[in-house]
């Protein structure tokens, strides 16, 4: 019986480290993951002018959006 409650109690620790860990995962880190998805995304479809600036940012614009505001994309030459 003693065997048994010892391994229990460490099957427990696992699924509540994996718990905690996949719990910051989805909080924390996929939201900067897909942010930075989209943000390639958008610059991909991108209508960019010629020039950039001092960190190497492209000021572009969306061709789909009529607003005509600019972003800033990594200038890809």
Known sequence: M???TGELTGSVIVVSAVA???A??????????K???QNRA?????MCDNGYNDNWMAYC???N??????FECP???
């Open 20 to 22: 905690l860990l996949t």
């Open 35 to 37: 942010e930075g998805m």
């Open 75 to 77: 200038f890809r030459g």
């Open 61 to 63: 614009k969306n061709p």
């Open 65 to 70: 959006d009529d607003s005509g505001d600019y």
């Open 24 to 33: 910051f995962f989805f909080m924390f880190i996929w939201p900067m993951i």
């Open 2 to 4: 003693k065997e048994a």
């Open 42 to 46: 958008t610059c991909a479809n991108a």
